[in-house]
């Protein structure tokens, strides 16, 4: 089996070449880099499995870098590893579509743990498979670009609005699971990322409420159900 593919971009040398053999020794297939501009041509030419970025980067930090991965790959699973611990550093980290957080110091234990948590994660792995484009009732969705277009304009969606649309159109006309889906979108199944989810369900429901046809169905205790009548 190939070896799983990790990009991690830290400036710090020393803490690097330290994860960075770690891993190696772990079996994983490691390239690390040293600022935000060299990680994003590594990821384009690489495309790794895994992501690890420091926030605190010279050139492009962190929360510009996981911008630029986002708009071309909503599904690779990205940690943040880094000193920048306030709250809001935080929920940016989550708002901009990483799936974890890991505060420096840290131990290798914890982030080789954390690694194999989100490769286990239900995802698609053959990327060529990827449906991009899905018809909702008169809306066109492309998930890769996060856009919603309609016959009078486009909503551009944020990355957690697009990935919950993408998981529903998927499972259209069918229950999409509430505990698959917190764990995809938001990475763990408890009570306030289900409350978070269900303000997400209601922001959908009014960026699709045009077309009288499309429906969002909350199906108690199981999930949620994109209906379209025709």
């Not at 495309?47 to 599904?75: A, N, W, Y």
Request: proline share 3%; net charge neutral; with cysteine.
């Amino acid at each position: 089996m190939e070896a799983v593919k990790i990009l991690i971009a830290e400036d710090e040398p020393f803490l690097g070449k330290i994860v960075k053999e770690s891993l190696e020794l772990s079996g994983f297939n490691v390239i690390l880099v040293q600022d935000g501009v060299k990680a994003y041509a590594t990821f384009r030419a690489w495309q790794p499995t895994v992501c690890i970025f420091d926030i605190m980067m010279p050139v492009k930090d962190g929360f510009s870098l996981i911008e630029d991965v986002r708009r071309i790959d909503q599904q690779v699973p990205i940690i943040f590893l880094t000193a920048k611990s306030l709250t809001n550093d935080v929920v940016k980290g989550f708002e901009l579509g990483c799936n974890d957080y890991l505060k420096k110091p840290f131990s290798m234990e914890e982030l080789i743990v954390r690694i194999n948590a989100l490769l286990s994660r239900p995802s698609i792995k053959n990327k060529n498979e990827i449906k991009e484009i899905f018809e909702i009732g008169d809306f066109l969705f492309n998930s890769k670009n996060q856009e919603l277009n309609k016959p009078n304009g486009t909503i551009k969606l944020s990355f957690r609005e697009s990935v919950l649309l993408k998981l529903l159109a998927e499972n259209k006309n069918e229950v999409l699971n509430r505990k698959l889906a917190l764990e995809v979108v938001w990475g763990e199944d408890n009570f306030f990322n289900a409350r978070s989810m269900d303000v997400f369900i209601t922001k959908l429901r009014k960026h699709l409420r045009e077309d009288s046809r499309i429906e969002i169905v909350n199906i108690r205790g199981i999930g949620y159900k994109l209906i379209i009548n025709e």
